[in-house]
Nanobody, 118 residues
Framework: QVQLVESGGGLVQAGGSLRLSCAASQRTSSMYGMGWFRQAPGKEREFVASISLVTSSTSYADSAKGRFTISSANAKNTVYLQMNSLKPDDTAVYYC???????????WGQGTQVTVAS
C-alpha cells in the first residue's frame, strides 16, 4: 500500500507564500502521477494541481494558475507545491494524491492545514 506524507502547511498572511511537500513511500504500477487537492470547511474536495511522474507534464485548476507551481523530485518520489500570492480563499486542508495523471486520486495523504489570514 502506498503511503503519502505531506508537510509544509501553516498560517500565513494574505499575499504570502508556502511550500507543501509530499513524499510517497513507494512507486507502483498505478502511480503515474501525483498532485494536490484541497477541501475547505463545508465544501467538497477540489483539484488544485498535478504532475505526471513519467513526462513531467503539469495540470492546474484555474484558481491555481499563475500563483501555484507543482514540481517533482522523482528520485525521491516527492512532489512540491509552491504557493505564492496566497488569498484567504486558499484556506483549506490540502491533500496529496497519487495515482493516474491528471487526476491522481487513488491514494491519499492525511492532509495538511493551510490558513491564510486577511
Amino acid at each position: 500500500q502506498v503511503q503519502l506524507v505531506e508537510s509544509g502547511g501553516g498560517l500565513v498572511q494574505a499575499g504570502g507564500s508556502l511550500r507543501l511537500s509530499c513524499a510517497a513511500s513507494q512507486r507502483t504500477s498505478s502511480m503515474y502521477g501525483m498532485g494536490w487537492f484541497r477541501q475547505a470547511p463545508g465544501k467538497e474536495r477540489e483539484f488544485v494541481a498535478s504532475i505526471s511522474l513519467v513526462t513531467s507534464s503539469t495540470s492546474y485548476a484555474d484558481s491555481a494558475k499563475g500563483r501555484f507551481t507543482i514540481s517533482s523530485a522523482n528520485a525521491k518520489n516527492t512532489v512540491y507545491l509552491q504557493m505564492n500570492s496566497l488569498k484567504p480563499d486558499d484556506t483549506a486542508v490540502y491533500y496529496c494524491g497519487g495515482g493516474y495523471y491528471p487526476f491522481p486520486n487513488k491514494y491519499w495523504g492525511q492532509g495538511t492545514q493551510v490558513t491564510v489570514a486577511s
